[in-house]
């Protein structure tokens, strides 16, 4: 399965990237997978997964850690842009449609207005801005976290289950370019893993 941050994971008839890793047997590798035992030890992972420059991880955890956002080096999301462009082009959409219709297409006397009258439109404009944005906060969302995604490669890997327990997995995307599968897995070790898996894009 293609990795979902690409456009070929939402369009079908775009082709995926070919992988950047494969493991012995020939299956793609879509990732590196270290558990960390306690809180404070995932905790201070992930500061030094931030320093470290990569870009594509992610911390999973039994429960919510205060803080971690910003240990993780968390940027805002692009999200209200999206949003805020998309009540534009709504908003856009109700003026363009309703001058069209009531200047051009089916000139119509309304309360006595002018043909084209802006006061009437008002209601439209004010749902279409809200439908486009509501839409656009739906569908980008899901499409910002990779979704829908029905199979997860981490689904496949037993010792991951211990994740809804006690334990804390710092996970690392093979898409990341700080990402080398030997390299990666020493510095996972270094910085306090008690276990390090190869995960494989099955």
Request: no cysteine; aromatic share 14%; hydrophobic share 50%.
């Amino acid at each position: 399965m293609p990795h979902t941050s690409t456009l070929s994971a939402y369009l079908p008839f775009l082709r995926p990237p070919p992988p950047r890793f494969v493991t012995e047997t020939g299956e793609p590798v879509w990732g590196i997978m270290a558990q960390f035992d306690d809180v404070v030890s995932a905790f201070h992972a992930a500061e030094k997964m931030r320093d470290a420059g990569f870009s594509k991880w992610d911390l999973h955890a039994p429960f919510p850690i205060h803080g971690i956002e910003a240990a993780m080096g968390h940027k805002r999301t692009i999200l209200p842009f999206i949003v805020l462009m998309a009540a534009f082009a709504g908003i856009a959409t109700a003026i363009g449609m309703q001058w069209w219709i009531s200047e051009i297409d089916y000139p119509l006397v309304v309360q006595g207005k002018p043909f084209g009258a802006w006061e009437p439109f008002l209601m439209i404009i004010f749902e279409l801005g809200v439908l486009f944005s509501a839409f656009a906060a739906l569908f980008g969302m899901m499409m910002l976290n990779g979704l829908p995604r029905w199979h997860h490669p981490l689904s496949l890997k037993d010792r991951f289950l211990d994740v809804t327990d006690d334990k804390f997995f710092v996970v690392v995307e093979a898409g990341d370019p700080s990402f080398n599968p030997e390299q990666t897995s020493q510095f996972l070790r270094e910085i306090g893993a008690t276990a390090v898996e190869l995960v494989e894009d099955a």
